[in-house]
């Protein structure tokens, strides 16, 4: 097994996949190894065979999520992954939960916020046809904007913060069937649908998880409590004085906004890329690792 150098840290790890036995996850420690040597991986199980999370988990680790479950793995540790400080976490992969590190999310952040559709969240024009796509053109802007001005925001606080957003002259401009979803309140199915168009327009991420503890044994089975921030404020914060920078600092070096960014003016967080080619090198990364994959399928995850 050859000694692999990902993200300004070393872990045992092979070139290609990841190996069997011992290598499998078993610990926050190992999961956050895999995280850093993979640099983009989903959680689940999906249409890349041995490409996730839950694949690459030792047998009896797999969190069980039934009433009496006392195994939480993977499902707990991601908490631990996400306070690295360097990784990302959301649906930012076809819609569905993963992890990047910060050199690899940028290359997506150039991608995904190039797309018209993403840019919505910007106010920005887009011919909204779908009941989805015009809620997102709507309510998107104003969420992306509490989040950005609060810094960190839970999605419950987020359905209060957002009742201000859905005015009588919004609803006024909007088919009755939409009414019933945004008054007297944002129903939770609509904030998770925008929480999770945002994710995968790169707009916001999972900043942190607090464990919920119930019952009056004050029991923890692994229901958790996630605040959502902006890539730009969890990973751009970082000291002026450069000895006391992280490692993942050295990719922060490009100052102002680059091509397809979605937006003007300063972002730590560009690449020297067209948004075309940080998707190629997206892809091309996890053929690398996983050469049988389809091309195709990997269009429609990244």
């Known amino acids: 097994m050859e000694t692999t150098e990902t993200s300004g840290q070393t872990t045992d790890a092979p070139i290609r996949g990841w190996g069997p036995g011992p290598d499998l996850i078993d610990s926050p420690e190992r999961m956050i190894d895999v995280v850093r040597h993979f640099g983009i991986i989903p959680f689940f199980k999906g249409a890349v065979p041995g490409w996730s999370i839950e694949e690459m988990t030792a047998p009896g680790c797999w969190f ?25 976490y959301g649906k930012f992969l076809g819609g569905k939960a993963a992890f990047a590190t910060v050199e690899w999310y940028r290359e997506l952040m150039n991608w995904r916020r ?43 606080q987020l359905r ?32 998770d649908s925008i929480i999770q168009f945002l994710q995968s327009g790169t707009w916001i991420i999972i900043g942190d ?9 004050l029991h923890y089975n692994g229901w958790q409590r996630a605040s959502n921030t902006t890539p730009e404020a969890l990973f751009a914060s970082v000291a002026a004085d450069s000895s006391k920078q992280p490692f993942w600092a050295k990719y922060l070096e490009q100052p102002t906004g680059g091509p397809g960014t979605g937006e003007s003016g300063n972002n730590s967080l560009a690449v020297p890329r067209t948004p075309e080619e940080s998707r190629n090198l997206l892809i091309s990364h996890v053929l690398d690792y996983f050469p049988s994959a389809s091309p195709e399928t990997l269009k429609k995850l990244i």
Not at 161 to 175: I, S
Not at 209 to 217: A, I, L, M, N, P
Request: hydrophobic share 35%; proline share 7%.
């Open 64 to 88: 069980d999520d039934g009433p009496d479950s006392v195994i939480l793995g993977p499902w707990d540790w991601k908490i631990d992954v996400v306070r690295e400080g360097d990784i990302a």
């Open 160 to 191: 209060s913060l957002c009742r201000e957003a859905v005015t009588p002259a919004l609803l006024r401009t909007l088919p009755a069937r939409y009414k019933t979803l945004l008054s007297p309140s944002v129903k939770k199915n609509v904030m």
């Open 209 to 217: 998880f607090e464990r919920v503890y119930r019952g009056q044994d």
């Open 114 to 156: 190039s797309q018209p559709r993403y840019q919505m969240a910007l106010g920005k024009p887009f011919k909204a046809v779908s009941t989805t796509d015009k809620l997102m053109k709507h309510l998107s802007p104003h969420v992306l904007e509490i989040i950005r001005g609060q810094g960190a925001v839970e999605t419950g």
